[in-house]
């Protein structure tokens, strides 16, 4: 068991794995089963809030089952429901559910948009699908996936959004659309 401990460690040693560790993972000769065992719930505690921090920037605050729909939408194969748009500094995050009625690929523009309640335009800087950066996505029927849409350098007084442009295609009939979700108030992160 003493082998398969240090043989994880220096695995995750090696993967050049950057971790700003609190506690001390330094291996040491005379290292006991106790030490290596607290070492390595040590790292693997950090990695867990490591990929929580880098892999899933707005999952705590954008829960999919907390929050009520506030805006709904059908397009083609698919039912999209507004949960929640929240602001963080300078940035807005916007959760939609999608789930479609037949096996189909979702696929999300460049040119998703919003217009702030001064009519400042805001181009999309970032998608999440299913919490993977990506504009495009298998979807199997009937089974909701959670998107996430970030706008960044949003002015600080806007207070709602005026209009929320989804730009998006999909292999279903090769053809995509526009669904448009208005006077979405702006969220204060919690």
Same mark, same amino acid.
């Given at each position: 068991?003493? #082998? ?10 090696? /993967?050049? $794995? &950057? ?7 330094? %291996?040491? +000769? ?9 070492? %390595? #719930?040590?790292? &693997?505690?950090?990695? *867990? ?15 999919? #089952?907390?929050? +009520? ?12 429901? %507004? ?6 500094? /300078? ?26 309640? !001064? ?9 999440? @699908?299913?919490? #993977?950066? *990506? ?6 029927? =009937? $089974?909701? $996936?959670?998107?996430? @849409? ?6 600080? =007084? !806007?207070?709602?959004?005026? !209009? ?12 995509? /659309?526009?669904? *448009?979700?208005? =006077?979405?108030?702006?969220? %204060?992160?919690?």
């Amino acid at each position: 068991m003493q #082998k398969f401990i240090i043989a994880a460690v220096f695995l995750l040693i090696s /993967a050049h $794995v &950057a971790i700003a560790a609190e506690c001390d993972t330094t %291996l040491k +000769p005379t290292d006991r089963y106790d030490d290596l065992s607290s070492k %390595l #719930k040590c790292l &693997a505690d950090e990695i *867990t809030l490591l990929k929580k921090s880098k892999g899933e920037p707005f999952a705590p605050a954008l829960d999919p #089952k907390k929050f +009520p729909i506030v805006a709904q939408q059908t397009l083609g194969p698919f039912d999209m429901a %507004l949960k929640r748009c929240m602001r963080s500094a /300078a940035s807005i995050s916007c959760l939609v559910i999608v789930a479609s009625s037949k096996d189909t690929t979702l696929g999300l523009r460049d040119s998703t948009r919003l217009f702030d309640d !001064a009519g400042n335009e805001i181009k999309s800087s970032n998608i999440q @699908i299913n919490n #993977k950066s *990506t504009r495009r996505q298998d979807l199997v029927q =009937n $089974v909701p $996936v959670p998107i996430i @849409i970030r706008f960044d350098n949003v002015n600080n =007084n !806007a207070k709602s959004i005026a !209009a929320f442009y989804l730009e998006s295609e999909w292999s279903y009939g090769g053809s995509g /659309a526009t669904v *448009t979700f208005r =006077n979405i108030p702006i969220d %204060l992160e919690q």
